[in-house]
């Protein structure tokens, strides 16, 4: 074994181990998501974040949003207030103490790239599932993104006691560099680290489109965004030679000496929820950067110079009382944490790389075994927690929580797929991924995914190549298709359709391939739904489906716990 595999296997195994943060905050888009999550990650604990975890969810209640660097203040701040409500515990008191390690997830957004997914969630974005199952209040649930997210950045959690951490809801990666690591920073912020480049170099790598992390001589370090590298050795210069430097992350955190001088110097706006002010270019770059290259970065990006000379003056005077209060502190401001190089990151924030990632599961690849490793499927274990009958399923597909086939008739094949939470009496599956769908029949061509829906008789029409066909309730797609269910508090379903090549975002106004209506119109149609209360009434709807349909004898409540058989 390389040391590189070792590496990425140490890491995972402390994932794996759940040594997460002792507090998990959730910053949503609304109350109702709010308190689905506040009931879904309790009842995760042991599955996705340690046993012990306190779970606060709230909602940004912000006019206009707060953007992340005031929405993680204000997330913080009423976190907190929930807990001294709720439990008698002060936070930041805990924090100032060292005691505890707390993990902030942003989770707002609509998804439109990931469209139509998320309105099948009820606009829940960080509630589209993967393809595998975790226990979720003694039954087989499948995974969540924020899940994911939640289970994989809990590694950094015992290295950052007494330290907020902030991450967003829709990214997993697999880091090289140790997890474990000594803290040298108030601010600190993750990056895959290398040597300074040549200017050719830097253009190959196409390093002008990230923003990046400098570290200089001196231990200094600095945040830079979309620059050349003449631009970035410009701007730089005032801290030395470029030692290193690496494309952000954008997850950081911060220590609660400087998380408290940021809660008093943004109290008036926090108070008021009023302003927008983001990370990177209101916090870090005016800490790090000379006044002079932040006002033409900022230039760049279209800002008044004196609004941005404002801003600028304020950090820095923020900064001067900061090091007066924290005299003997013997951290330096702000640094990077390397995650090393060739690290394995899943982005599940677009349609085509949720099929991309989920679909890795299937290959024979080191990253696509890593995955698997992760995300719990033991090795060469493929179906969990299923019955397969007169279905040939080959040995790359992933199959869990799952009912496919019947004793009679046709044999079907599942062929490099992924399928969790599938009720079908025959089944075609090519390189698709299938997940909580409920059918007589389904044929799924490559690059095809079916999400959180029941097949009706009615469903599609027979004349339109661009729509599901049937036959009774079965289920037939075209290659590339995506077909989703969106469900009202009453059971009844709206089918929405789109395409692997269709981008959300760009589409977000319009009807595509047919539908009834936009993704934008389906998120308005979801404005006052309530995920939880949805998602029972979704797994209800399955299981009447699958009981009107199937033939079996079995009941299914049983379906979940029912010996693997391949």
């Keep these: 074994m390389s040391g590189y595999e070792a590496a990425l296997r140490r890491n995972i195994e402390v994932m794996n181990s759940l040594e997460g943060f002792d507090i998990v905050m959730v910053c949503c888009s609304s109350d109702k998501q709010a308190h689905y999550w506040q009931h879904r990650l309790e009842k995760g604990r042991g599955a996705v974040l340690p046993q012990s975890a306190m779970v606060l969810a709230v909602e940004e209640d912000w006019p206009g949003g707060a953007g992340n660097a005031l929405g993680t203040l204000y997330a913080f701040q009423k976190a907190s207030a929930l807990a001294l409500q709720k439990y008698n515990r002060d936070i930041l008191a805990e924090l100032q103490e060292g005691k505890i390690s707390v993990g902030l997830y942003h989770t707002a957004g609509k998804g439109t790239r990931l ?307 599938v009720r079908c009496k025959y089944i075609e599956a090519d390189h698709c991924v299938l997940i909580n769908v409920t059918a007589d029949r389904i044929i799924a061509p490559p690059h095809s995914i079916v999400y959180n829906l029941i097949a009706q008789s009615d469903d599609g029409d027979a004349s339109d190549p661009s729509t599901p066909k049937s036959s009774g309730a079965a289920l037939v797609l075209q290659p590339g298709e995506v077909h989703v269910g969106v469900f009202d508090s009453d059971g009844k379903q709206l089918i929405m359709r789109s395409n692997t090549d269709i981008d959300g975002g760009k589409h977000w106004e319009t009807q595509v391939v047919g539908n009834p209506m936009s993704f934008e119109a389906v998120h308005e149609y979801n404005a006052d739904a309530c995920p939880k209360t949805l998602e029972k009434v979704i797994a209800d709807s399955h299981h009447a489906a699958w009981r009107s349909l199937s033939s079996k004898k079995r009941p299914l409540e049983n379906a979940d716990r029912v010996d693997e058989e391949n």
């Design 115 to 421: 469209a139509p997914l998320p309105g099948s969630e009820n606009n829940n974005k960080p509630g589209v599932k993967l393809p595998t199952t975790i226990p979720i209040d003694g039954e087989e649930a499948p995974i969540t993104i924020l899940e994911a997210v939640i289970k994989q950045t809990g590694c950094y959690a015992k290295s950052r006691l007494g330290r907020l951490s902030v991450f967003w809801g829709d990214q997993v990666f697999i880091p090289t560099a140790a997890v474990s690591y000594p803290i040298k920073y108030h601010a600190d912020i993750l990056c895959s680290l290398g040597p300074m480049m040549t200017e050719s170099e830097w253009a190959d790598k196409g390093m002008e489109k990230y923003g990046l992390i400098a570290q200089c001589e001196g231990d200094k370090a600095a945040q830079v965004e979309k620059v050349s590298h003449a631009t970035a050795v410009q701007l730089l210069s005032s801290l030395g030679t470029i030692e290193s430097v690496g494309v952000s992350l954008g997850s950081f955190s911060v220590s609660w000496e400087l998380l408290s001088a940021l809660l008093k110097e943004f109290a008036s706006e926090l108070s008021a929820k009023t302003g927008k002010l983001d990370s990177d270019p209101h916090l870090w770059m005016p800490m790090t950067l000379s006044k002079e290259a932040y006002l033409h970065l900022m230039g760049q990006k279209g800002v008044p110079e004196a609004k941005s000379s404002s801003h600028f003056d304020r950090i820095q005077d923020m900064l001067s009382r900061f090091w007066g209060d924290f005299p003997q502190s013997t951290l330096g401001l702000f640094g990077p944490v390397d995650v090393g190089q060739g690290v394995y990151w899943w982005d599940y924030g677009q349609l085509k790389l949720y099929l991309k990632n989920s679909l890795m599961m299937t290959e024979s690849s080191k990253e696509a075994e890593m995955m698997r490793l992760f995300l719990g499927l033991p090795e060469g274990v493929f179906v969990r927690h299923s019955k397969v009958e007169n279905t040939t399923v080959d040995e790359s597909s992933c199959i869990s929580s799952s009912l496919i086939g019947s004793e009679q008739g046709d044999r079907g094949f599942v062929h490099n797929s992924v399928l969790s939470n």
